[in-house]
């Protein structure tokens, strides 16, 4: 399976601040990412789809000018979060789709906390 | 739309005890199924998966096994160790959803000596 990586794994930020979070795909060229933010004790909710090259697809009820997502590589994808507040404070969850696209692998998450 | 459930949790075991998780589905077209497992502090990870009615996945001890008549995908493990402790997630991936995954809600599993 594919190994992903997130960066950073844990980030503490100010009220307002924007925070960047990098999803790298570090054993092969992934065409395709997805973002999912994950709150206690609940599922993964999709929040957009990466695609590289291409401006990404937003789920509905997500902000695309909140959450800015950047899949500039074939091994990386960003997704910045503009002027943070408490509410965003999750865990975001970056996979990556594997070469036959039947299969998603994970990173590990980066937390997140607003303060 | 697509849908999962899975059965309401926490589930707590003794160590060797027999597990079922059970998993069903609605879904458009022919879904490939999943079973994520997420371990305290990390991520997700792949455990098993079917792309087919009546194939069977199976990892680590676990097995689930595509039942289209039911609809159903349930996790079952013989013996369990503590180190099974984990959230678990079924999850289904259907053509018609340009590769999105749709979760359950997860079970936390717990695992005692």
């Known amino acids: 399976g594919a190994v992903v990586s997130q960066h950073p794994s844990w980030v503490i930020c100010k009220s307002g601040t924007s925070v960047k979070i990098e999803c790298r795909s570090l054993?092969?060229?992934?065409?395709?990412m997805f973002w999912y933010r994950q709150f206690p004790k609940q599922s993964l909710m999709l929040m957009a789809t990466?695609?590289?090259?291409?401006?990404?697809?937003?789920e509905q009820g997500v902000e695309k000018d909140k959450f800015l997502i950047n899949h500039a590589s074939l091994t990386l994808s960003t997704l910045t979060v503009t002027s943070a507040h408490p509410e965003d404070s999750s865990f975001y969850i970056c996979s990556v789709e594997g070469f036959t696209g039947e299969t998603q692998y994970f990173g590990p998450g980066t937390r997140l906390l607003v303060l | 739309g697509n849908s999962v459930t899975q059965m309401e949790g926490p589930v707590t075991l003794s160590e060797e005890a027999f597990l079922t998780i059970n998993c069903t589905y609605t879904?458009?077209?022919?879904?490939?199924l999943f079973w994520y497992v997420q371990y305290p502090g990390e991520g997700l990870q792949l455990l098993l998966k079917?792309?087919?009615?009546?194939d069977k996945g199976s990892n680590k001890g676990f097995e689930a096994t595509y039942r289209k008549e039911t609809t159903s995908f349930h996790l079952e493990k013989g013996s369990v160790q503590v180190s099974d402790s984990a959230v678990y997630f079924c999850?289904?991936?259907?053509?018609?959803?340009?590769?999105?995954?749709?979760f359950g809600q997860g079970t936390i599993l717990t695992v005692h000596p």
């Open positions: 999850a289904l991936r259907s053509s018609a959803s340009y590769g999105k995954l749709t």
């Open positions: 079917a792309t087919k009615a009546d």
């Open positions: 054993d092969f060229q992934a065409t395709t």
């Open positions: 879904a458009t077209g022919y879904p490939s």
């Open positions: 990466s695609n590289e090259g291409s401006k990404a697809t937003y």
